[in-house]
């Protein structure tokens, strides 16, 4: 198994972050000049399909600015953005499903493959203290099943259900890392 970035900078699992995480790879709370980058992520056919389980219409900007209205003034919600070398290069959030934490993610897809979802997701995880915490993915979107998996989460289940960013209902794994 390959030792993510911040294992190799030596972290704490304790340790606070909003800070440096990785020498390039910062996590911040989002600000207003994020967004228009997080709309044009959103928007990416790539990356919805991938996802699969995103908003109905990726083009809805009036939709858009409601949903990150209410997640941004929402106190339970925690909202990242992820910066490289000071660029916008996605985010991080955790938020409660229910009596659950949950945790999401979105990475530029001009960035895969760099481990900037692992590194990000690790460093949230730091900063929120709720266990267990749980997330879902498609199973056949190995990059973030195998993001999951860095971060310690573990298989617990499978469902299925309406996936807008392909049109129709798509098998997934329900994961959690545990307390």
């Not at 030596?10 to 020498?23: A, K, Y």
């Not at 997080?38 to 919805?48: G, H, S």
């Not at 999951?148 to 890392?177: P, Q």
């Amino acid at each position: 198994m390959a030792v993510s970035r911040t294992r190799r900078a030596g972290l704490s699992v304790g340790r606070p972050i909003l800070g440096t995480v990785t020498p390039d790879l910062r996590l911040r709370p989002v600000r207003d000049d994020d967004l228009p980058i997080f709309y044009r992520l959103q928007r990416d056919p790539v990356a919805v399909r991938m996802a699969a389980f995103t908003a109905e219409d990726p083009d809805d900007h009036a939709e858009f600015a409601a949903h990150w209205q209410r997640i941004r003034t929402d106190p339970a919600i925690v909202n990242r953005t992820v910066t490289v070398d000071g660029a916008v290069v996605g985010y991080v959030a955790a938020f409660p499903v229910g009596e659950q934490t949950e945790v999401s993610y979105w990475i530029d897809r001009e960035c895969w493959g760099r481990g900037y979802a692992t590194d990000a997701l690790a460093a949230l995880l730091r900063e929120v203290p709720q266990r267990p915490v749980h997330a879902r993915a498609a199973k056949d979107n190995h990059g973030s099943l195998a993001v999951l998996r860095k971060c310690g989460f573990v298989v617990r289940g499978e469902d299925r259900g309406y996936a807008a960013g392909r049109g129709h209902e798509v098998e997934e794994y329900v994961l959690e890392l545990p307390a």
